[in-house]
């Protein structure tokens, strides 16, 4: 088992697959949103869950469209992602890992492992209709190794919330076997103007 911790950047422990921080889109794609936050304010319950997990897939299919369009590594790390089950708090993705993403001996490259599990983080935070997080601190551990054309699973849970920052872990296991591939615990932020109304929100965290 070999774990990497970052602190205050984006993960990347392999350098075969890199990701350039996506803070321009994130800040395109919170502008459009402030579009529509004034319906998401006026819906309760299960209507504003359901808004906040729409944003977060909309999030991710935009961050793959702008990663394609300008040819970076950023779309191949998450080209094929597939999802299985969203809801607040919780998305469940599969992958077939292509061989665009594989190192020297094919093997999904760790560097574009971390930079999926790092949207999939996202993806949890967001879907309590907030504004794209920052990575703050970031721990991988792999427990093995997955060659081109193996099917995984990742799941990704916000587990806590404390002022600013969420508490988030992702999971990858191999779909069939279930044998475990990596986990990755990381703390994310908010920007620093919505530090009021998430203390206000922290009830709704699990865990929180």
């Not at 950023?74 to 665009?100: D, H, M, Q």
């Not at 907030?130 to 916000?158: C, D, H, M």
């Not at 404390?162 to 076997?177: C, E, F, N, P, W």
């Not at 206000?200 to 699990?206: F, H, I, L, P, W």
Request: aromatic content about 8%; charged content about 30%.
């Amino acid at each position: 088992m070999k774990e990497v911790r970052v602190f205050g950047a984006r993960p990347f422990p392999e350098e075969s697959i890199t990701r350039p921080c996506n803070y321009f889109l994130a800040l395109i794609f919170d502008k459009a949103a402030e579009g529509r936050k004034e319906e998401g304010e006026m819906k309760g319950g299960n209507g504003r869950e359901e808004d906040g997990v729409r944003r977060a897939r909309e999030w991710l299919e935009s961050v793959k469209c702008l990663a394609e369009k300008e040819g970076t590594h950023e779309y191949l790390a998450i080209a094929g992602l597939r999802f299985v089950r969203t809801e607040r708090a919780r998305f469940v993705c599969s992958l077939c890992v292509p061989r665009s993403v594989t190192d020297s001996e094919g093997k999904w490259s760790r560097g574009a492992m971390a930079t999926l599990m790092d949207d999939m983080c996202a993806l949890a935070v967001m879907s309590y209709d907030l504004p794209t997080p920052i990575s703050v601190e970031y721990s991988i551990s792999y427990f093995s190794e997955v060659a081109a054309k193996e099917e995984v699973e990742i799941e990704s849970r916000a587990l806590k919330h404390k002022g600013k920052l969420s508490a988030v872990v992702v999971d990858i296991r191999k779909k069939g076997t279930l044998e475990a591939v990596a986990l990755g615990r990381q703390w994310m932020s908010m920007p620093r103007h919505l530090g009021a109304r998430l203390r206000n929100r922290g009830s709704g965290y699990a865990g929180g």
